[in-house]
């Protein structure tokens, strides 16, 4: 199936919709699986280098509706299985699923980490962030001073889109630790590949998504097949 790029995420589909795999490999986009087995076709997004990587992509704020509360009822799922007082919110994309998740949970609100600096907030309560999508984009990501007493002493679930390199999230895990917290689950709606793994090594036991997906590689036959 051949998809122009604003029709990925926009439809959830019955298990074993999307054909391809670790032998045929695939062409434009790679399906994960929710945990009920549903599929949600994402784009192959090849990484800057030579042309031969790639990643099957995930962009919540590009999704449906649909797709983004699938999402956000399998992650509070989860978190329901382990119990949280409050949920915190990664930008950008963390954002909307951390909203979404928390009024499932029955929050009355959540608590947004940010990227831009408001004149009261603190060096101490910061980390330097980026990302694999924006690999030369430095930034700062801030905890809002005012937002501890909702955080201290609370059972806390963070909140992101996709942990792929795992760099961003252990910045964030960083910023956590400064100020004396430490959640006890992290969630995202997809991992992608393994290259997470070292990096939050010790935090592998509190990590959960609904959706996975691996690396790519490209081929002889000009198709993706799993690289991790």
């Not at 199936?1 to 999307?18: E, K, R, V």
């Not at 509706?65 to 978190?79: G, I, K, R």
């Not at 959540?110 to 009261?120: I, Q, Y």
């Not at 309560?125 to 002493?153: H, N, V």
């Amino acid at each position: 199936m051949s998809l122009a790029p604003h029709q990925f995420w926009q439809t959830i589909d019955a298990p074993g919709t999307h054909v391809g795999g670790v032998t045929d490999g695939w062409v434009d986009g790679v399906p994960a699986a929710l945990p009920d087995g549903r599929e949600i076709l994402l784009p192959i997004r090849i990484l800057p280098g030579d042309g031969s990587s790639a990643v099957a992509s995930l962009i919540v704020n590009q999704a449906s509706f649909a797709v983004e509360d699938a999402l956000s009822q399998a992650m509070a799922d989860m978190l329901t299985r382990i119990g949280v007082d409050v949920v915190i919110g990664v930008p950008t994309l963390g954002l909307p699923l951390a909203n979404n998740i928390a009024r499932r949970l029955g929050h009355s609100r959540m608590v947004a980490l940010g990227t831009s600096r408001k004149f009261w907030y603190q060096d101490a309560l910061s980390a330097p962030i980026s990302s694999i999508t924006s690999p030369t984009q430095q930034k700062t990501i801030f905890l809002d001073p005012r937002s501890l007493p909702l955080l201290e002493g609370r059972r806390i679930a963070v909140v992101d889109d996709v942990i792929s390199s795992g760099t961003s999230m252990a910045a964030v895990l960083t910023l956590l630790e400064r100020a004396d917290l430490a959640p006890v689950a992290i969630t995202a709606a997809m991992l992608q590949g393994t290259r997470w793994q070292e990096p939050l090594a010790a935090w592998r036991d509190r990590i959960m998504a609904p959706l996975r997906s691996p690396r790519l590689q490209l081929v002889d036959t000009k198709r993706w097949i799993p690289a991790d």
